[in-house]
């Protein structure tokens, strides 16, 4: 009985030390082709830039202290990274600031008296009810490119007051980023294609001073880069003009302008594209400045196609004082005369067109859905006139509808419920029967008089 008992238990350790061994090769293979950026012990390769908040090491973190009175701090690398897939934890004390990691950034060397002030993208990390945290903004240059308003259900994943496992990968022109394993952004761009990581401290209010952000478990791959995949369903941000990727194409997406002939449109009235008032040149569709009035000049443009249900997104550039519109369930049975009939996303200038203050409770402002629903009032959504923003119409089977504006989510509805039919009622369409309730119609580009430009026009519909 001894002998047996003697034996078996050095047949179980044998086979317990074999599996730690498996288990710890398999870790081995597992983590090859990866480099720690922080060795647990120093804060060798990295720097610190912009702001004052100090970063020091306590157990196996980096811990980066908010300090009021100063701007922006980050901890950069020395060296900088091309492709790459970065991994780390990062915790935040509190719910009222935020901060970020720092992908192909750089620094400009003379701002904040000469401490610098980092500007590229950025992955947010954001404890507030807000909840953008894995959206990408880019830093002191060109504000949010992907706000979390374009994937709802990626703002639960981040946990308050716990470490929060992030995964980026930067790959060629594309920019992706899960939260404790959660798809959350997808982003094509073709700028920065290197550049430093940097771990943001933001700037805080006076009673913020004090609280901490953790990041441990700092590791990046530069080859051998296999992408994780995406989910069709999540929203892919395509800053490339007229571009469909290969992922847009698998989600269904297809250009309805494809940057350098008119296939695909034609006049309200004809079937012939208008012979003037507008112009198609370095990938841009753009209605000619005439009188200022409705559909004088060229005259509005629809698709030739119809679309009941789809995701519409678009990208516009308004010139000083200008107005324009995207309008969809467009039937053109109104013969109206003008600007065609339909449901309207305005594009304004807001500040210099008179339009803006005319309707009510400014329901004929950027993004509004026309006389009839303001648009959100988020300041961050606007870009400055002269440069490009990007539009999006969503309609659901179920007839809900949203507008966006960079991204962020400026207003929803539902077509036919008795509250649109209310605001109909005290709108200029109030005597056309049964206003913006067709099951399909035209996308139409309207001719206001003004110069607008269009491009990267695109739509997704089912299957």
Not at 36 to 62: H, Q, R
Not at 67 to 76: D, H
Not at 128 to 140: F, L
Not at 451 to 457: G, L, T
């Amino acid at each position: 009985m001894k002998r047996n008992t003697i034996f078996k238990s050095v047949l179980m350790a044998a086979m317990v030390g074999n599996s730690i061994l498996s288990h710890a090769q398999i870790n081995k293979d597992t983590e090859k082709g990866w480099t720690d950026l922080f060795d647990g012990k120093t804060l060798n390769g990295w720097k610190s830039v912009g702001g004052k908040a100090p970063y020091s090491i306590e157990g196996d973190a980096i811990v980066g202290r908010m300090t009021k009175g100063t701007p922006n701090s980050f901890l950069i690398t020395e060296k900088e990274y091309g492709d790459f897939i970065l991994e780390l934890d990062v915790k935040l004390e509190g719910s009222q600031t935020n901060s970020g990691i720092q992908t192909r950034s750089h620094l400009d060397p003379k701002a904040n008296d000469g401490r610098g002030r980092v500007y590229g993208r950025q992955v947010e990390i954001d404890p507030s009810s807000r909840a953008w945290t894995g959206g990408i903004y880019d830093e002191a240059r060109r504000g949010w490119i992907y706000p979390l308003d374009l994937n709802e259900n990626a703002k639960k994943a981040y946990k308050a007051e716990e470490y929060n496992h992030i995964r980026i990968e930067a790959i060629g022109d594309e920019l992706r980023t899960w939260i404790n394993d959660v798809p959350v952004s997808y982003v094509v761009d073709t700028i920065d294609r290197t550049g430093f990581i940097g771990l943001q401290v933001h700037s805080i209010p006076s009673e913020l001073d004090g609280k901490k952000v953790y990041f441990k478990n700092v590791k990046i791959k530069t080859s051998d880069l296999k992408s994780k995949g995406f989910p069709k369903e999540v929203y892919i941000v395509n800053l490339k003009p007229n571009e469909v990727t290969d992922a847009e194409k698998k989600k269904g997406v297809k250009l309805l302008f494809d940057g350098k002939t008119n296939n695909g449109w034609r006049s309200i009235h004809g079937n012939k594209f208008p012979d003037r008032g507008w112009e198609i040149k370095d990938g841009q569709l753009t209605v000619l400045k005439s009188d200022g009035g409705e559909s004088t000049n060229g005259g509005d443009i629809v698709t030739k196609d119809k679309y009941a249900v789809f995701d519409l997104s678009f990208e516009f550039k308004l010139s000083p004082g200008a107005n324009s519109g995207v309008k969809y369930f467009v039937t053109l049975k109104e013969k109206s005369k003008g600007s065609a009939i339909g449901l309207e996303y305005q594009v304004l200038d807001d500040d210099l067109h008179p339009d803006a203050k005319l309707g009510r409770d400014g329901n004929r402002t950027l993004a509004s859905l026309y006389d009839l629903i303001t648009s959100n009032r988020d300041g961050r959504a606007r870009r400055p006139i002269g440069e490009w923003n990007r539009g999006r119409v969503v309609v659901t089977a179920d007839n809900k509808v949203e507008h966006y504006l960079n991204g962020i989510k400026m207003l929803s509805y539902e077509r036919g419920s008795k509250e649109f039919k209310d605001l109909v009622a005290i709108s200029k369409y109030k005597d056309w029967d049964n206003f913006g309730e067709a099951k399909e119609g035209f996308i139409l580009l309207q001719d206001h008089g003004d110069k607008v430009s269009f491009r990267s026009i695109k739509i997704n519909t089912p299957n």
